[in-house]
Structures are given as C-alpha cells and as structure tokens.
C-alpha cells in the first residue's frame, strides 16, 4: 500500500523539500500541494489522499482549522509547525491531529510522523514533548497509582520520550505488536485515548526521565 500525501503550507521552498523527502519513500508519494488551508481542506476532500501535512501557520485558514475540517473524514493530519508553538499545537491535538513534527526535525522523523498517522499512532518531535507534556497532565489522566507493570512503565516511559513502536520494541527487546498491547493496556489503566495521553501522565509523574 502506497500512502498518498497532500502538502499544506504557504513557502514553496518547504512544499518542495518534503516532496523529496517522501517521494523518496518506497511506500509514499505526494499526490498535491496546497499554498493555504482552504485549498488544503477543498483538495483533500476531493482527491482524498491519506495524509496532510499541515502548516501551523497559512494564509486563509491555519492548520487547526485544517485538522478540525478533516477530523470526521478518516484523513490523518500531521501538523508541521516551528519551536515554540506549544498553544497551536494544543490545540490542533484537541481537534485530533495525528502528529506534530518542527520543520527542523530532520526527513527521518517527518517520515516516522506519517507512517505512526497511518498505524494509528501520534509522534511528536522530541523538542516539543518537553514543552508540551511536562508538568502539564491531561484532563483524566489518574492522580495515584494505576498500577502499570514494570514492562508497561518502560512502554509509557519510551513513549514520553517520543520513541515510535519499532524503537520501543528495539529498545526493550520486544516485537511490534506486544509493543501495541502493552500501549493499549496503558491506555486502559489510565483512562487516556492515545499516546499523547501515556505521554502527558509520564512527564507528570516523573516517569518519562530516562533511568
């Protein structure tokens, strides 16, 4: 299967950047642009491709307001924003964005952004999981012991750190797919939705430190 990719933002010098990153990808390719959040919104909704990557930041309409237009269509939006928007990013997370990664990242992580969109997972740039989770907690999220196991606190741990399935798995020497249990085992005991959840717990803990 080949992910199809749309890319929102307003500086054709990034558009053209990503677009090598990801066609270079076996399993990608970028099937549009778009200058502004509007053309984004109305060209995912006719080409419906898997993933759009959005700028924080666009002429007509941000890419809040891009995820919060494409929240109920089943197309993933990864935002792409710069260091220190931590109140848009929040806010696009409300709205059920599926990652945000800085434009500094590097192609390796805006690859692994929008392959955790399509396995259902959130990655966010190590840089901003800092700002973003520690000390914050979310709305939920337990105050005493939910009794994790010491596997499921390394899992919740690698997640706070914003590790993706495969480095949890290479890390702590497991398969993918216990990896997934244990995250959906977390997720349960902690009455989150999704990664960002784990992740927000860990830091408020104290857990997301690496030992």
């Given at each position: 299967?080949?992910t ?77 924003t ?122 408020s ?7």
């Amino acid at each position: 299967m080949t992910t199809r990719i749309l890319i929102a933002d307003d500086q054709e010098g990034i558009r053209g950047a990503f677009r090598l990153i990801l066609d270079a990808q076996p399993d990608m390719t970028v099937v549009a642009e778009a200058a502004d959040g509007v053309t984004a919104v109305e060209t995912a909704l006719a080409i419906r491709p898997d993933v759009v990557l959005a700028d924080i930041r666009m002429p007509r309409a941000d890419g809040i307001e891009v995820t919060r237009a494409l929240a109920e269509t089943g197309i993933h939006v990864v935002v792409v924003t710069t260091f220190g928007e931590e109140d848009y990013v929040r806010a696009a997370l409300r709205h059920g964005a599926s990652g945000f990664v800085l434009k500094r990242s590097g192609p390796t992580l805006l690859v692994e952004a929008v392959r955790a969109a399509m396995s259902g997972d959130v990655l966010i740039s190590p840089q901003l999981t800092v700002g973003l989770l520690r000390g914050s907690g979310e709305p939920g999220v337990p105050a005493g012991d939910p009794g994790l196991t010491d596997r499921e606190d390394d899992v919740a741990r690698l997640v706070a750190q914003a590790k993706t399935n495969a480095e949890i798995a290479e890390e702590l020497f497991l398969s993918a797919g216990t990896v997934k249990n244990h995250i959906a085992s977390i997720q349960r005991k902690l009455g989150v939705r999704n990664r960002v959840g784990i992740a927000a717990w860990a830091w408020s803990t104290g857990r997301a430190q690496t030992p």
